[in-house]
């Protein structure tokens, strides 16, 4: 079975201060991971995925994580903070093969202070 | 590309009543996926269908859920009776997975559902 914890519900930053979001997964096989964002009353949104290769994985708005497999953990980062960047995130995981299902944490919510 | 519709947007209805949730689903992909999301359990996976077949329904909480996908464009999901506990925020996605399953899923904007 394949399981997600994302550590803090909220995180609160102020503009321009580095973003860190963490997520540690638990995975029987080699994962894909994932990280989504959802903005208020909208759907979720790819911001980006590992599968294999670069351990380093760039997305979109600035965002990167890094795939730790010694640490089970793909955290989420951004240098400089945007208030666009407010919103709910949600790291996943999928084993891959035939299986389709993505497994979500329970999602960290930004705040983004000026 | 109007990405994955979703119908209604708000729903409020009375315990006991049937509620149907509808979707349409991006052009051209192979796979739909209903999700719940809730304060208290997250967004869970509710079932999924690939080619308008449902593969696994093992997250449908009661056989008071009931999901269809008749062809390619439509799906809908199902509650009946409707419970208080069932209010919630469901979502529908789409995706182009193929051989693929790290692809991207997309979301639709979901259904607000209320049951009083």
């Known amino acids: 079975a394949q399981s997600v914890t994302q550590l803090g519900s909220h995180v609160s930053v102020s503009e321009g201060a580095l973003v860190l979001l963490r997520c540690n997964y638990s995975?029987?096989?080699?994962?894909?991971l994932f990280w989504y964002v959802q903005y208020p009353n909208q759907g979720l949104q790819l911001l980006l995925k590992?599968?294999?290769?670069?351990?380093l994985v760039k997305g979109i708005n600035g965002f990167e994580a890094e795939f730790k497999k010694s640490e089970t953990s793909f955290h989420l980062t951004k240098p400089s903070a945007h208030m666009s960047d407010a919103a709910e995130y949600f790291c996943a995981v999928s084993s891959g093969g035939s299986n389709y299902k993505l497994t979500f944490g329970k999602g960290t919510l930004l705040t983004v202070n000026p | 590309d109007a990405g994955v519709i979703q119908s209604p947007r708000h729903e409020v209805t009375e315990m006991g009543q049937e509620v149907t949730l509808r979707c349409k689903p991006i052009s051209g992909h192979d796979y739909l996926f209903w999700y719940r999301q809730t304060m208290m359990r997250g967004l869970e996976l509710l079932i999924y269908?690939?080619?308008?077949?449902?593969?696994?329904d093992s997250g449908m909480p009661e056989d008071r859920f009931s999901a269809k996908m008749p062809n390619a464009s439509f799906s809908t999901l199902k509650i009946q009776p409707s419970e208080p506990r069932d209010s919630a925020v469901y979502f529908c996605?789409?995706?182009?997975?193929?051989?693929?399953?790290?692809?991207?899923?997309?979301f639709g904007p979901g259904t607000r559902l209320t049951v009083l």
């Open positions: 995975s029987s096989v080699p994962p894909y």
């Open positions: 996605a789409s995706s182009n997975l193929g051989s693929e399953p790290y692809n991207e899923q997309f």
């Open positions: 269908f690939n080619n308008n077949v449902p593969i696994d």
């Open positions: 590992y599968t294999t290769g670069a351990t």
